[in-house]
C-alpha cells in the first residue's frame, strides 16, 4: 500500500462557503491544532481581494499568528500577482493558483475566460520563479455543473500546458461532485502516464455520496496526493444541502482502515472535527465524529450478561 | 461491465429503525411506486412479534394490498417458524432468514445463541422446503460493534452451514457499517471461490461514509447483487446522528454513471427518495435527492452572459 500524502483545505475552501465571519482568533487556533495532525500540506487561506471573499480578508494576519511546524506546508490560494506579492510577503510555503477547464465555469467563477486566467497564471509562475513551489489546482475536470461534461483531452491540455511551465504540482479538482470510479481512474491513469514528474493531488467533493469511492478508485491506480476539508466543510452553491468536500477524516479513516500509511495522528483530527460544529455554528457532513472509528467498541447492553449467566 | 440486481430494503431496515409510526396506507402507496423502478427484490416487512417490532405489526395486511409488479421478488424477514407460515400465508416470493456471525451480536439482537438460531432457522429451512426460496442474511461479518473484529473464517463457515442446507442465497451484511474496501475485497473474492451456485448479495451501510466505496469494492470483485435502503434510511443504534444503510438512489446513480447496467428507472427513484422525508418526518441521508444527477445542469449566472457580449 501506497504512502499517502494528506492535504486539509478547511480553513480556505471550507471556511469560503460559510456565510458567518469566523473569527481570526478561531482560524489561528484551529490551523495550530491541524498543523499537530501530520497532515503533508495546510491550506491556510487565500489572497484575494478582502471584498470578493470577505471570510478571508484576514490573510496576512492568519498567516502571521499561526505557529508553523516543520514538515507541513502552509500553501495559500493566489488568484493573480498582487495575490502572489502579498502571498509571498506572508511567506507561504507554496503558491496554489486556480483556473478552470470549463469556459463557463471559468466566466462564472473567475470572470474572464480560461485564456486570460492562463495568461494571468503563466505571469504569477514567471514572478515568483526560484522562490518558492507552485501549484495549479484545475477545477472541473470532472464535469461542469452549467456546460456537463469535460473532456478528458481538454484537462489534459491544460494539465500540460501548466506543467510546461514549470509548476511543481497539479491539483485535479472534482469541483461540484460529479466524477464517478471510472471516470476517475482513466483519468488519473492518464495524469499518471503523462505528468510523471509532478505532483498530482485529487480534489473530490462528496456532493453524490461519491467522494471516498473516487479516492478509493484514484488510490487503486496510483494518486498518492489527496486533499479533504475537515468535516466535510465546503460545498456547492448549485447544490444546496448537499455534502461538500470530501470529509478529511472519514477519508484518512478509510485509508488507514486498508492499510495505507499516511503519517495522519487521526485521533488529533478527530478532536478537531468534533470542535468545527462550535467554529462554524451549525453541524457539518463527516460521519467519522459521529460514528467513532470502526475500532470504537461499544458496551454489550445488560441483556446480554444476564442471557450468558442463564446458559452457563 | 456486469448487470447488478438492486434489492431495496427501505420498508423493512430503513423504517424498522424509524420512531414513529408509519401508516399502513403509506407502506403500501411506497411499495408500489417502488415496484415501478425495476428492482429486483423489495423486502416488504418482517414476520415478527408485533411486540417486538411494533412498526412492522401491519405485515399482513401490507403484503395483502401491495400491487406486486411481475419481474420483482417480494421477500420479507422471518425469525422463526411462526414466522415462515405467516410469510407463506402471505404468499412472500422469499424467506429472508437472519443471524449474526457475532455471539454477542447474536445475543444482543437474537437474544439466543449462534447455534441455537442456526437450528431455529435449519428448521425452518426445512419447512419451506420446496415451496419459496431462502435467503440467510448474516449479520455482523465485516465486524461487530461489541466484539470488534469477526474473523472471516468465522463469516465462511456461517455461510457454508447455510450454503450446505440448500438456501439459494446470502447476503452478507456490515450491519454497523464497519467494513473498509480491503476487507470488502478479501471476503468477497473468498465468498465467491467457494460459493459459486449461490446468490451473493452485499449488503452495506454507510455510518462512516464508506458505503458506496466498498460498494465499489465489492462490484470490482464480480458482485452483483447489492441491498440499499432509499434516502439511507436505516440506522445503527450504535452510532447516534450517523448514517443508516447506504442510500440505494446514491448507489445506484454511481454504478449506473460507471457503466453497469441496473434495470432501474432512476427518475422514479428519486421521486420515491424525494417524498421520503414527508412520511418518515424527518430529513434522511441521502445526497442525490438533495444534489441532482450528475447530468442535471444549472444554467450559468446572467453575469457569464454579460460577460461573453462583453468579450464578443
Known sequence: MQRIHFNEVVTRDGFQNEAAFIPTDAKVALIDALSQCGYAKIEVTSFTSP???????????????????????????????????????????????????SETHNLANLRMPREQSFAGLAAVIDQVAGSVPVNVSLSTCFGCPMEGEVAQDEVLRWADRFASRGVRGLTVCDTTGMAHPVQVERLCRALRERFDGVQLTLH??????????????????????????????????????????????????MLQAMGHETGIDLDRVLAAARALPQIVGHDVPGQLAKAGRITDLHPAPATVARLREALA
Do not use: W
Open 204 to 253: 473530490f467533493h462528496n456532493t453524490r455520496g461519491m467522494g471516498l469511492a473516487n479516492v478509493l478508485a484514484a488510490a487503486r491506480v496510483g494518486i498518492d496526493r489527496f486533499d479533504g476539508s475537515l468535516g466535510g466543510l465546503g460545498g456547492c452553491p448549485y447544490a444546496p444541502g448537499a455534502s461538500g468536500n470530501i470529509s478529511s477524516e472519514d477519508a484518512l479513516h
Open 51 to 101: 471584498k470578493a471573499i470577505p471570510m478571508l480578508r484576514d490573510a496576512e494576519a492568519v498567516m502571521g499568528r499561526i505557529q508553523r511546524v516543520p514538515g507541513v506546508e502552509y500553501t495559500v490560494l493566489v488568484p493573480n500577482q498582487r495575490g502572489a506579492e502579498r502571498a509571498l510577503e506572508a511567506r507561504a510555503d507554496e503558491l496554489n493558483l486556480v483556473m478552470s477547464t
